[in-house]
């Protein structure tokens, strides 16, 4: 198998996975926002059939579960695009599986999307191996599978030959019966069962030992370590925040970050939770500098390239930050950052660092955290919430009520200078890597767009109905 067409294939096939997810993600995005203008705005209860109170979170639930836990239909895609039939079952069972019991007893639905998405309750432990684990897992399936499928095919010619000599010297046996017939009648147990099975053993593996454990043990001293520098200076525990949050955004490392502040917050110290906050809502900002801003004004051809899926990605997260939707504004930087992780995240690290970095220099406290019940709080306190692990009614929604002068502009521009210089790195990094790819021979260029795809869909499945039967 030659490597830089593999390269290339698998480039592909993620390009066109983040663009499926981005419909993923944006189906609960918008169904979620639609439940939250009708009920909180309009007023209308009771909606789809919720004739009770208590069936009305269940709506909103189904909804999100889809951007929330977007990454098992990234996990099976993935692994289907790149492997085929068989490597749809292993993805979608390592995604589950890490999703939902890798943290030790299976949970309910409901406990789960408290406990497994931005804030995992008491940091995650070891089920949180944030977005980049959940991809890198099906990365690893997937190509494990597509090579393992492409060395039987290969064993099989040298082994049927090794089987023929051996049937040869056995008079009894017929003519008929061939090395490469009785191999084929096995195709269906190796191919089916074994190579699939062993794959996602190998899998459950690599990211059990190599991902979980060791982030997870790290996610455990993270937090004091962290706690006991901003005690001395926090204008570099605000910097450190900042690495924490691009470095994985929702996964153990910046959760361990997020355990810090909110131990400090316990304590009556708003400081960690307000750098927190404004370091999370950066990340979700550095994908548009970078493909609507910079991407634009240093525009040259065979440079660096961005297709309408970037553009959808990028823009997203901020639209939502827009209608409160403060959590969706990190969560389709994580598909964007899946395009190209080497550019991508050392972008998302360095802005969120600056921001980190400028949130301690200026020493800003959003006293609202204290102070105020949050917005659709249900009137309870930050305390209460954040303990429940809620992080849409959490860390970000008192930039709403924060004082303008001293909270609320100061973070606005404080997240646009870590989006601008976030942005200009993933360029810089971009272009160089283009460079390379195209010196290597392993380059592949964007050329995706999901809504035009959509709209063609629904364009031929119209003729179709209309064409005449036969």
């Known amino acids: 198998m030659q490597l830089k067409p593999l390269i290339r294939d698998t480039r592909e096939k993620i390009y066109r996975t983040t663009s499926i997810i981005f419909l993923v993600q944006l189906f609960g995005a918008l169904g979620a926002g639609f439940f939250f203008v ?55 069972s390592l995604a589950v599986y890490f999703a939902h019991f890798a943290g030790g007893t299976p949970i309910a639905g409901e406990e789960g999307y408290f406990t497994f998405f931005a804030t995992p309750l008491g940091g995650g432990g070891g089920a949180n191996i944030g977005y980049m684990g959940y991809f890198l897992m099906a990365l690893f399936c997937g190509l494990l599978i597509k090579c393992l499928f492409a060395a039987w095919e290969s064993i099989k010619i040298s082994l049927g030959r090794q089987i023929d000599k051996l049937l040869k010297k056995i008079k009894q046996i017929p003519d008929t019966l061939t090395g490469n017939g009785i191999l084929d009648n ?31 043990a790290l996610a455990e001293v993270l937090p004091e370590a962290l706690l006991n520098l901003s005690s001395s200076s926090v204008i570099l525990a605000g910097l450190l925040i900042g690495v924490m949050v691009g470095f994985d955004i929702t996964g153990p490392v910046s959760m361990s970050a997020f355990a810090a502040a909110v131990l400090a917050f316990a304590q009556g110290d708003a400081r960690l939770l307000t750098i927190y906050g404004i370091c999370f809502v950066t990340a979700g900002w550095i994908p548009f500098f970078m493909v609507m ?5 240093f525009k040259k051809k065979g440079r660096v390239h961005t297709d309408t899926d970037d553009t959808n ?32 995240i050392p972008g998302l690290m360095t802005g969120c660092g600056i921001a980190g970095l400028l949130a301690g220099l200026t020493g800003i406290v959003n006293g609202s955290y204290l102070s105020e019940p949050p917005k659709y709080g ?29 909270v609320r502009l100061p973070s606005i521009l404080i997240i646009a200078a870590g989006g601008a210089v ?46 005449p039967a036969k």
Request: proline content about 5%.
């Open 38 to 92: 009708v009920q909180n705005i309009l007023g209308v209860e009771h909606m789809l059939g919720a004739l009770e109170p208590a069936n009305e979170s269940i709506l909103w639930f189904l909804l999100f579960w889809a951007t929330d836990f977007y990454m098992i239909a990234l996990c099976a895609v993935l692994c289907y695009l790149i492997a085929g039939l068989p490597g749809l079952a292993p993805g979608l």
């Open 186 to 216: 096995i195709d269906l147990i190796v191919l089916v069962l074994i190579l699939p099975v062993a794959s996602m053993a190998l899998t459950f593996l690599f990211v059990r030992y190599g991902i979980q454990k060791p982030f997870g």
């Open 293 to 297: 801003v910079f991407s634009n004004i």
């Open 313 to 344: 990605l990028a823009i997203s997260g901020p639209i939502n930050a827009f209608f409160e939707n403060m959590k969706l504004t990190v969560a389709f930087t994580q598909p964007f950052a899946m395009r190209s992780p080497f550019t991508v």
């Open 378 to 406: 249900a009137g309870k306190t930050m305390q209460e919430l954040l303990q429940r692990g809620e992080i849409y009614l959490s860390f970000t929604l008192p930039f709403r009520t924060g004082d303008w002068l001293s």
């Open 422 to 467: 976030g942005g200009i790195v993933i360029y810089l990094l971009r272009a160089l890597q283009v460079k390379n790819q195209k010196k290597r021979g392993t380059y592949v260029e964007l050329n995706g767009d999901i809504v035009i795809e959509m709209r063609e869909l629904a364009k031929k499945r119209l003729a179709q109905l209309k064409k």
